[in-house]
């Protein structure tokens, strides 16, 4: 059942409209919980879009084990992903940089106070964002420090690969999931992928980790898989590559493998003296979850990120 | 003066990224200007040329302290101003939202880091800046209240308005807020104008730095007093929004008296002409700010007004 979440007028024939699909048992006791999964916030994002036609493809296959309710929003920015813009269109600030919104506020501030208004009911909820063009990153939940207690053991259930709780920022606090966090509606962010691509795999492990957050919601009586035991951020210190010289950055080892301490991770090249600029090594033995997929770099582009793990090989 | 290179940094196929720096005056920094931090700033730096201009004539007759010290920066992202793109072109990122920098971090940070690390011990910081959101002000000094804010100082510009902003999450990054963070004394000089040059709005821009630099003794000139500024806090304001989207026509303009009742601005029906919303002044006041872009959406402010009950008296 298609639903729309929020509308607005635009100036010429046209509204901004954010739908939402419903998937609930045909016959309702009134005490279903409910999961909302989120994507789209950012137009250039686009590993949410075949999360959410996979999750309905499973559950419409098997129909008689969906025991609650299913709230898909495959696009909270439809201008950005139409446009390929990360932020709305026209307006100069991030889409989640103005959560919780105001219903009395401008378009986007109304908009965004209207999602706010129809996922704050729900039992738990996954926004998922990709990385954007320049990094490519492995399937990772980002959890503000703040709600970690709360938040890593439903992100241990969600089949990913890490789990990075990160400090407090003051520019955060406008984010979607802080703004519902802080309400008391537990979101989990996930960031994987790269942007403006999808990348199957990644979406397929990420439903298997939904179904079992359903299945411990009671949304879902179908099978579901034992989830994968994810690398905990605080378990070891993550380790920035920036780039010391601009140029074109070329890796030299493949993402999300084990590095040891100087082993080389890429070159930085210059095609017009045909030289090698720079050379970047691992300065610690760890996992590289992040890499870059752009080539052309400048001076403090940042190449990949390694957690610091001693004596683990992935 | 003194043209200094504040910052570098090279690129692979560009000239390399230069902020330069003019120095007036005294060795002890005392007053630091700064103009265009984003591409599309350009009666920013335009303002920031005519203060050298100005400075430059102002030291050569001697009207000038030996001890105290002047920095004017016209263009921290120059950039951008060449790519006629308002944020950073390769990952439109804002460097006004990336103090107070890291200089192992990110490019857009490293460049904020290694230019706050020459500006972060003035005793007073000046932006010419631009607003987040397109549209027109009336002149005035605005101060984030930071709890290390300065009102009292902010008079010596003469500008007709001293506007105090409670930061949101967002501001916490910007120039402003991280140089009063720092101990400067800091200040955002508004004038109508960003992408179109305004020579007239910039001329007023420039006097009241020059008059706020002849408070402190910097410069020796003599200039009219300037506004006695009225101070209003931003939450003052009366928002204006519109109920419909289509094309919008104002009637006012910034520092336009108005009564209550007053038609303030009309929107079209976008594809029919037809007049489909008439936007009546909800209080007498005077035009603080207006939209500048005739395409408009609905519920989205057009005009923020300051309230005055007296306005009819100075209605013309």
């Known amino acids: 059942m298609i639903q729309t979440v929020a509308a607005a007028p635009l100036p010429a024939a046209e509204n901004y409209i954010v739908k939402k699909q419903r998937l609930q048992p045909e016959h309702l006791s009134g005490r279903e919980k409910r999961i909302s999964i989120v994507t789209g916030i950012h137009g250039d994002e686009l590993e949410g879009q075949y999360v959410c036609y996979e999750i309905q493809r499973r559950i419409r296959e098997h129909s008689e084990a969906l025991t609650g309710i299913v709230d898909i929003y495959p696009a909270l920015n439809p201008l950005g992903i139409d446009s390929i813009t990360r932020g709305i269109p026209h307006f100069d600030l991030d889409m989640n940089r103005i959560f919780p919104g105001n219903s009395e506020g401008s378009m986007a501030e109304y908009i965004a106070s209207e999602i706010i208004e129809d996922v704050r009911e729900s039992d738990l909820c996954i926004d998922i964002h990709a990385s954007n063009i320049f990094l490519r990153e492995i399937p990772q939940v980002r959890i503000n420090e703040m709600c970690a207690d709360t938040l890593v053991p439903f992100a241990k259930r969600l089949n990913i690969d890490y789990i990075w709780v990160h400090g407090a920022a003051t520019v955060l606090e406008a984010t979607f999931a802080h703004s519902l966090n802080m309400i008391g509606t537990p979101v989990l962010v996930v960031e994987m992928g790269v942007g403006m691509r999808v990348t199957k795999e990644y979406c397929k492990e990420l439903v298997d980790g939904i179904f079992v957050e359903m299945k411990d919601l009671g949304i879902w009586q179908g099978d579901v898989i034992e989830p994968k035991h994810p690398i905990i951020s605080t378990d070891g210190e993550v380790h920035y590559l920036n780039a010391g010289y601009a140029g074109v950055f070329i890796p030299t080892v493949e993402h999300w493998t084990s590095v040891k301490k100087g082993s080389k991770i890429g070159e930085i090249i210059d095609p017009l003296n045909g030289v090698i600029r720079e050379e970047i090594f691992s300065d610690c033995d760890g996992v590289l979850f992040t890499l870059r997929e752009y080539p052309v770099v400048s001076e403090g582009s940042l190449l990949g990120r390694i957690l610091e793990r001693n004596g683990e090989q992935r | ?316």
């Open chain 2, 1 to 316: 003066m003194k043209k200094v290179q504040l910052y570098e940094l090279k690129s692979l196929y560009r000239d390399s990224l230069k902020i330069y720096g003019y120095q007036f005056g005294g060795s002890e920094k005392t007053v630091c200007i700064v103009g265009a931090i984003r591409g599309n700033e350009v009666q920013q730096l335009y303002m920031c040329s005519q203060l050298v201009k100005v400075l430059k004539t102002l030291e050569k007759r001697g009207q000038m302290d030996s001890k105290q010290g002047i920095m004017v920066v016209p263009a921290v992202n120059p950039y951008s101003l060449n790519t006629n793109t308002r944020f950073w072109a390769t990952d439109n990122t804002d460097i006004n939202r990336m103090f107070p920098g890291y200089d192992l971090g990110e490019t857009t940070q490293r460049i904020a880091g290694g230019f706050f690390q020459e500006v972060n011990d003035y005793t007073y910081g000046i932006h010419f800046t631009s607003f987040y959101l397109e549209g027109n002000f009336t002149p005035h000094v605005r101060i984030m209240k930071t709890g290390y804010e300065n009102v009292e100082i902010a008079k010596e510009f003469g500008m007709p308005y001293i506007m105090l902003r409670n930061p949101k999450p967002y501001d916490t990054t910007t120039l402003n807020y991280e140089w009063q963070l720092w101990g400067t004394q800091a200040f955002s000089v508004y004038t109508p104008g960003t992408d179109q040059i305004d020579r007239a709005q910039a001329r007023e821009g420039v006097n009241a730095v020059l008059r706020f630099l002849a408070s402190q003794g910097i410069i020796r000139i003599s200039q009219d007093g300037g506004y006695r500024s009225r101070i209003i806090e931003e939450e003052e304001l009366v928002t204006v929004r519109t109920n419909r989207s289509g094309i919008l026509f104002f009637h006012c303009k910034c520092g336009d008296h108005i009564r209550e009742g007053e038609t303030v601005a009309e929107i079209m029906d976008a594809y029919e002409g037809e007049v489909i919303e008439t936007i009546q002044a909800p209080c007498s006041g005077r035009i603080f700010y207006h939209g500048s872009n005739p395409l408009i959406y609905s519920n989205t402010a057009v005009v923020k007004i300051i309230r005055d009950p007296q306005a009819e008296y100075f209605q013309q």
